[in-house]
């Protein structure tokens, strides 16, 4: 009988690729894409930039962000298929979910995707420029009965914006949103990224991996969370019913979404201290309520920082970025999907990295305790 081994439940400090594609430095609280601090990249930098930087390892010349910019615009469009199973769908599905059923459907659609080929990084490269206009359209489908046509005149955010609340953003609204989405491109070995890398692993076909991935990312402790995470802030409504909030969760040992993280223990999530800072900027210019909802995920989180944080509970970037989305005007169940937008393009650039090294299939072990030798009786022998 072998010696029962460790078991490193959630797979908790497991290492299963080298990558340089991000580093979280838990040692001063950064984090870094390719060498370069993901702050400074959020509140400088483009959706376009920072793909290809993470993508293809370096930031790009002008010359190759013009190419970049152009490949991914001219991938927007839907086939005349997807348009029109998209039409097909009833309203009130969570658009995350759709966004899961057109990519998986694209799959299908094409005909060469049964494994792995030599052009999966040209596939991927339209998945992710063609991801806005699924959930874009889904939502201009379910609300005003329209399918507008994507511009390529417009940057990758500017047009996703434009698609769904049919009117170009504002520069407030459209540095907001390259600031989201820059902020959750990438995250190392997550449990999305590591479900992307596992999937690819049995050398299955893009379309495969971005489904799992998202079958991953919806769930409320992973990015779920910040549709939760606003239903909670929404719920609370008044910074002066946080600390009651706060600590009747904690008495019922229950999870306050939007705190929280495997990785950051000794300190809150790197990225809540600018995306913090960028919802105060976006509540005091849109004024009334959202003030008013800013000060409540505010003292939710200092609340959670007297009664949790001993436990290595601070606040996540859910908790300020489900707010930003809010003030952007999209509504809460958007969230996950506008969370996936971004990641996808992180979940490419992990595939890929480990395809380029051999792509090693993944399976792991487990440790059985249930009952062995039991003898097999015929079913009307078994009482
Ligand atoms: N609210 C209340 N208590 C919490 C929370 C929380 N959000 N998170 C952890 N705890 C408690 C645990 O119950 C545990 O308490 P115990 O020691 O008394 O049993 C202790 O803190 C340690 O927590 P773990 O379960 O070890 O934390 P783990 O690393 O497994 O979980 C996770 C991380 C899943 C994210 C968790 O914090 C959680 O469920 N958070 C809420 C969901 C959420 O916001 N997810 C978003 C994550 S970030 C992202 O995906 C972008």
Known sequence: MTLKP???????????????????????????????????????STFEETAYLILRGKLPSTAELREFTSELASNRELPKELLAFLRGLPSGLRPIDVLRLSIDYLGVLDREATARGPNEEVKATRLI?????????YHRLTTDGSAPRPRTDLSHVANYYYMFF???????????????????MEHGM?????????????????????????????????????????KTIIEVGDPSRAEEYVIDKVRRGEKIIGFGHRVYKRFADPRTVYLKDLARRLAVSKGGDYLKLFETARALEDAVERHLGHKGV?????????????????????????????????????????????????RLMEYYVGPRDLRYLPINERG
Request: charged share 15%; aromatic share 12%.
């Open 190 to 230: 997550n449990n999305s990224s590591f479900t992307a890398v596992t999937v690819a692993s049995t050398l299955t076909d893009i379309y495969s991996v971005i489904v799992a991935a998202l079958s991953s990312l919806k769930g409320p402790l992973h990015g779920g969370a910040n549709f939760e995470a606003l």
């Open 129 to 137: 420029a063609m991801a806005p206009t699924i959930v874009a359209t």
């Open 166 to 184: 049919s009117r170009e953003p504002g520069d407030e609204e459209l540095r907001a949103l390259e600031t989201m989405f820059i902020t959750y």
């Open 314 to 362: 601070h606040a996540n970037t859910d908790l300020y970025a489900s707010l930003i989305y809010y003030m952007l005007g999209f509504p809460m169940e958007y969230n996950p999907a506008n969370f996936a937008l971004a990641r996808i393009v992180g979940w490419v650039a992990h595939v890929l990295e480990y395809w380029s090294v051999g792509g090693r299939l993944i």
């Open 6 to 44: 460790e078991i490193k439940w959630g797979l908790e400090g497991v290492y299963v690729k080298e990558s340089s594609i991000c580093l979280i430095d838990l040692d001063n609280a950064k984090i870094y894409y390719r060498g370069y601090e993901l702050s400074e990249l959020a509140l400088k």
